[in-house]
Structures are given as C-alpha cells and as structure tokens.
C-alpha cells in the first residue's frame, strides 16, 4: 500500500525534537517557528509533560465514556480556571474540525435554528459543516454544499446586521484572528457586535479558538481582547501538544442531554493527562506572558523593514506580508537558514511557534530573516 499523496511535503525527515528546536536525520538542526500547524505550544518534548504521559501510560492509556474518568474532571476544572470560564462546560473531542463540528450543532440543538453566518477567508476545518463554513470551494465536497451557510465579508459590521434581519440565525463562528486566510485579527467592536446581535436574535456566538486560542496571542481565548464571552469556545492544535485532543467549552445557558453528543475516543485518559501537563507547564512557566512579551518584541522589530508590506497579529501569532519578489523567503528561511515557518496565500509568513519561544531564538529568526530579505 501506498500514501494517499495529498500533502505537498518538505524532503526533511524530522526526528527528534527539544523545546523550540528539531534535528533532522542527518543531525541537521532547524529552529521550530511553526510547530507543526500550531500545535506545539509548550515545546517538543517537554520534561513534564513526557513525564505525565509516561506516568499515565503505565496506569491506563484509554477507556471509553462509559465509566468515570476523573482526569476528565480535573482537566475541566484547571482549563475553566485558566481560562476565566469556571462556569463553562467542557466536551471533550480529538480535533478541531470535531469542536466545530459539534459546536455547529450544539448551537442548533439549542435554539432548532438552521443558519449559520461565517466570513470571508475564514478555515474551521475538513468535516461536514465545519469545510461548509470554511471560505474555500476547493476543499468543499458536493455532499458538503448546503444552504445553511452565509458567508458574510470580513468585518463588514452592516452586512452582519442585515443577514441577521434577512435570515432566522442559528450561530455565527468566528476565529478571533483569522490563521489561514492570512494572520487578520478581527476588530473588537466587529466581536462586540456579533455579541450584541446574537443576544438580540437567540443566536449562538462560536469563536473558533482553534489556532488563535490556547494562550497563544498572551491571552487564553484571542477573543478576550473584545472583553466578551463567546457562547462556546473550541479548541484544539495547542491543547495536547501534539496529542490529538481538541474541546468546546460551553455557556452554562446551553443544558446538555444524554446521547446530545459522543465520542468513541474524545476525553480519553491518555489524552486529559496530555492537556492536563500542557496547563500545568503554561501556568507554571506564565507562558501567557511569555507568548506576550516575545511575540511584541518580534512584532515591533519586524515593523522596522522597510521591504515588509505589512505585519499583522498578536502575541506569538504573527503574519508577516512580503511584496511578491520576496516570494523565496519561507524556502530560503527552511533551506538556507533550517527555520521553520508557515505561510498564507499569497504572499504572508506564518509565525506560529512554541509559547515559551525564547528572545534568543527570535533574535535568530530576526538575523535570518534580514539575510533573506536583503539578498
Ligand atoms: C481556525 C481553525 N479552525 C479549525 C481547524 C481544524 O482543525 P483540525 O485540523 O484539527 O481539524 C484549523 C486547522 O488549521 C484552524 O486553523
């Protein structure tokens, strides 16, 4: 058997990994400004958190929702703690495009509304509803195509008003920092107003956290800049770190009923001691100042290039758009200078690095990234 060749890959074989570092096989190292999509929040293998899966690994690795697992009760209540959503309720999934998924329908169980409002240039994943509220046909299946779904342009507040006059709404999702379609930060008073109308029409406000959340930007939900609440929070990429785990925190308005959601393998033990020792180390090492702090510094530094169209972001999620001549930058940056980076269409570098990115390491990327954008 062979790989289904969807991915367009490197040619680097990476295997090994520690904190924001990563050898290839041949010895080569690359500093990690990416982390694999995101997900590396707390760095590769982390002392603390082996430690914590090995433990767990030993006691037992997995059993279904059908008995009790108290891992999952401590996971919801340091993660409501850390938060600042104590009264929130947590479902447990394995990915992200489930929270959405389940997210979406929760919101229509809730108020047995049908239309869901997403804007332009928004991801939210691959599953059913999830790609039909992602702003990409090319990824959306015959089957996924469906009516329910209004895509409403980035950050267009009037816009906003008249689908929610013209249409019976059901939810609005929405990434506090759109990652995909190229590190956009949503205005607060854009969330602000998404509140206010989804209060007004008994609709479901779903912030997709899933690569903006998790501490990343220095606050635990992106969203928190707007000083509202969402009704459901997903997440997922920087849960685990790497462990597959991803979950909705839900509104204590919306009640839950047996057999409303389900997982076979979501808020496994394995999985809970995995988030559990990301929490820990975030708390324990203020990565949440961390990610702050550093991810300012970087952003003010790369400010200063006069060659950069524009830099965008938040704490350690940082979009830097380059003119189209700088087209070879990610190559040259992973090629001639081993970093690690994301991009975005057309033309933007993704920084998405560990939490706990050290000042030395960014001034590295700085130094390599001046060398790239002066040849
Ligand atoms: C904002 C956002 N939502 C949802 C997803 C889907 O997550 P997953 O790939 O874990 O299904 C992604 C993945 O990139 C994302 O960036």
Redesign the pocket.
């Known amino acids: 058997m062979k790989l289904f060749d969807v991915y367009p890959i490197n040619p680097i074989n990476i295997v090994k990994g520690v904190g924001s570092l990563v050898y290839d096989d041949k010895g080569q190292e690359y500093l990690d400004l990416y982390g694999g ?1 995101a997900v590396i929040s707390i760095g590769h293998t982390n002392t603390h958190y082996v430690k914590r899966l090995e433990n767990q690994l030993h006691q037992i690795g997995f059993y279904s929702n059908s008995i009790e697992i108290p891992l999952q009760k401590e996971l919801a209540e340091k993660l409501g703690r850390v938060s600042g959503k104590e009264d929130y309720q947590l479902f447990l999934v394995n ?4 929270a ?1 998924e389940n997210a979406l329908k929760l919101a229509s169980f809730y108020n047995g509304k049908k239309k869901v409002i997403a804007f332009t240039g928004a ?4 599953t059913s509803l ?1 790609v039909a509220v992602t702003d990409n046909p090319k990824i959306v299946a015959p089957v996924n195509e469906t009516d329910n779904v209004i895509f409403v342009p980035w950050k267009d507040e009037a816009a906003l008003e008249q689908t929610f006059v013209d249409n019976e709404i059901s939810s609005v999702i929405i ?1 506090g920092i759109q ?2 379609g190229g590190i956009q930060v949503a205005p607060e008073s854009f969330l602000q107003k998404i509140r206010s109308l989804c209060d007004t029409h008994n609709a479901v406000f779903i912030a ?1 956290g ?3 959340g998790y501490g990343r930007t220095g606050k635990f939900y992106s969203h928190d800049f707007a000083g509202i609440n969402a009704d459901i929070y997903t997440m ?2 920087g849960m685990g770190n790497g462990f597959p785990i ?1 979950a909705i925190s839900i509104s204590p308005k919306i009640q839950p009923a047996y057999g409303m959601l389900g997982t076979t393998f979501g808020g496994n033990h394995l999985a809970c001691a995995a988030a559990l020792a990301v929490l820990e180390v975030m708390e324990q090492d203020n990565l949440l100042q961390n990610a702050a702090t550093v991810g300012a510094y970087l952003i003010d530094e790369l400010k200063k290039f006069k060659q950069v169209k524009e830099v965008r972001g938040r704490g350690l999620m940082i979009g830097i758009e380059l003119p189209a001549e700088y087209a070879h930058a990610k190559k040259d940056l992973l090629f001639k200078h081993h970093i690690f980076t994301g991009e975005a269409k057309p033309n933007v570098i993704r920084l998405l690095p560990a939490l706990n990115l050290t000042k030395a390491h960014a001034d590295q990327f700085l130094e390599a990234f001046t060398t790239v954008i002066n040849k």
């Open positions: 999509h990915s992200g495009a489930e959405n991801f939210h994943g691959r999830a990434e990652g995909v997709d899933i690569q903006c997922a990429k991803g």
